[in-house]
């Protein structure tokens, strides 16, 4: 079983269009994290959120975690072809006793055609 | 910084061959991960130190051996792999592993391409 559930797994749109990407889950998280990857190089952090309700973000990505922190959104404003990559949301459920765990979701391929 | 650096970038190795890989950051984190990730998954969990001790061992086979020779150098050598290690190996760490939420930002290295034939 996947704790966090990413969504879409695949997403393939048009430059200048806007796109959401929803990671959800049953627990509670006290952080989450957002990176996004290209083909055989590693994760790069995009953001952590840690504040029920709280919303960052960074020039056209906008980063929303949920009131409960059980869930949050990626929207991205007019996607451009340099944002191609797999998106991946990751969460840490307890401090302390889990220590060092980030729960990943399965990802979003995220492909922006010119 | 947060800079994470990995050596080396790829790797091909025989089945009967022994090599290391090394991960190394220099901002003071106290918690340094291994994670294996297959292509289109995320990554998964391997080994976590934490103030330089083993804290979470996946049940990684005995053919991946982790090392924290200080708080900043992290390595993973292997043993007698099999083709099915074949995956990019990817080191992170973290500030402040298990306590207040910034400090549970992993910060990832480049990652390391292993084949294994």
């Known amino acids: 079983t996947q704790l966090l559930e990413q969504s879409p797994q695949f997403l393939s749109i048009q430059e200048g269009e806007n796109l959401t990407v929803y990671c959800n889950s049953s627990?509670?998280?006290?952080?989450l994290q957002w990176y996004r990857q290209e083909p055989g190089e590693g994760p790069v952090l995009l953001v952590t959120?840690?504040?029920?309700?709280e919303v960052k973000k960074l020039k056209r990505l906008t980063f929303q975690f949920g009131d409960a922190r059980k869930d949050s959104s990626l929207h991205i404003t007019a996607a451009q072809p340099g944002d191609t990559g797999l998106y991946l949301c990751?969460?840490?459920?307890?401090?302390?006793?889990?220590?060092?765990?980030?729960?990943f979701g399965r990802g979003t391929q995220l492909t922006v055609w010119p | 910084d947060t800079e994470v650096t990995q050596t080396p970038k790829h790797l091909v190795m025989g089945m009967t061959n022994k090599k290391s890989l090394k991960c190394e950051q220099h901002m003071g984190h106290r918690a340094m991960y291994w994670y294996k990730q297959k292509a289109k998954k995320p990554p998964e969990l391997m080994f976590v130190y934490s103030y330089e001790k083993l804290s979470i061992n996946e049940s990684v086979p005995s053919r991946f051996s982790p090392e924290c020779p200080n708080s900043s150098l992290l390595n993973l050598h292997l043993h007698a792999l099999q083709p099915e290690d074949s995956a990019l190996y990817l080191c992170?760490?973290?500030?402040?592993?298990?306590?207040?939420?910034?400090?549970?930002?992993?910060?990832f290295g480049p990652g390391t391409r292993l084949l294994v034939l």
């Open positions: 627990s509670v998280f006290s952080s």
């Open positions: 990751a969460g840490a459920t307890e401090r302390g006793s889990t220590l060092g765990r980030l729960y």
């Open positions: 959120v840690v504040t029920g309700g």
């Open positions: 992170a760490s973290s500030p402040l592993p298990g306590q207040a939420t910034e400090g549970e930002t992993q910060y």
